[in-house]
């Protein structure tokens, strides 16, 4: 029992140590691999929670966040340097039967250049002074997709027609295209940033051009704009 718990706190040493040694500018190139999942902004969530104020917030805490794992919101784990790391490392093997697809971070210097990043990047205040700043974050700040209420002409969409496995959408510029039916994806977005209501807008998806995303302000206007014709 004394090994096993000499050998837990040297890990945990290990793991705090790494954390206060990472390089934070490293860790920002780190970050691009977590932007698409997860915003620096308060409250903004992507398809993960928003990572704002992270240090020694509960795990499944945040209360904006409805889609946490019940295997996350019951494991009583607080997030610091010390449990990120572990998580970081193997989200699966920390908190069992979690929904996260991260498989994770095996490389400890890497681990401990995000925390660094991270430590930094989650306090309050942070994500409001690096847009200020045009801190040359980009797409991590979990801000690229467009705005949608913004459109060009073609890139709103005025209808959609579906015949046997063909949808055709037409834009306000006139112009419309066909996509077979699983090239064509529909999806909601009711933020700030999501389309007006009635006003969709139609993003490009994939290399090829042949597969894009009608992006709704709410799922009743998927009934209301679709008209089965041929």
Not at 69 to 89: E, H, Q, R, V, Y
Not at 113 to 128: I, R, V
Not at 177 to 182: G, H, I, K, N, T
Not at 186 to 215: C, H, L, N, Y
Request: glycine content about 10%; charged content about 25%; proline content about 4%.
């Amino acid at each position: 029992m004394r090994i096993f718990l000499a050998i837990g706190l040297t890990l945990i040493s290990a793991a705090s140590f790494a954390a206060d040694e990472g390089n934070a500018e490293r860790g920002r190139r780190v970050f691009g691999a977590c932007a698409a999942c997860h915003s620096l902004e308060p409250d903004k969530n992507l398809s993960g929670p928003s990572l704002a104020d992270l240090w020694d917030r509960q795990a499944g805490g945040l209360k904006s966040f409805s889609r946490y794992s019940d295997a996350l919101k019951s494991s009583g784990i607080i997030w610091d340097n010390t449990s990120l790391d572990a998580w970081l490392a193997n989200p699966r093997a920390f908190i069992p039967d979690n929904d996260m697809t991260f498989r994770g971070i095996s490389d400890a210097g890497a681990r401990a250049d995000l925390l660094a990043f991270l430590k930094e990047a989650t306090k309050p205040g942070y994500a409001q002074t690096a847009q200020t700043q045009g801190g040359g974050m980009g797409g991590m700040m979990g801000g690229a997709a467009p705005d949608l209420k913004k459109l060009d002409p073609e890139d709103r969409v005025q209808a959609i027609t579906y015949c046997r496995d063909t949808y055709r959408v037409t834009t306000a510029d006139g112009k419309t295209r066909a996509f077979w039916e699983r090239n064509l994806r529909f999806k909601t977005d009711s933020s700030d940033e999501g389309p007006a209501k009635g006003a969709p807008a139609i993003v490009g998806a994939g290399m090829m051009g042949d597969r894009a995303s009608v992006v709704f302000s709410a799922p009743e206007e998927w009934a209301q704009l679709v008209v089965r014709k041929c």
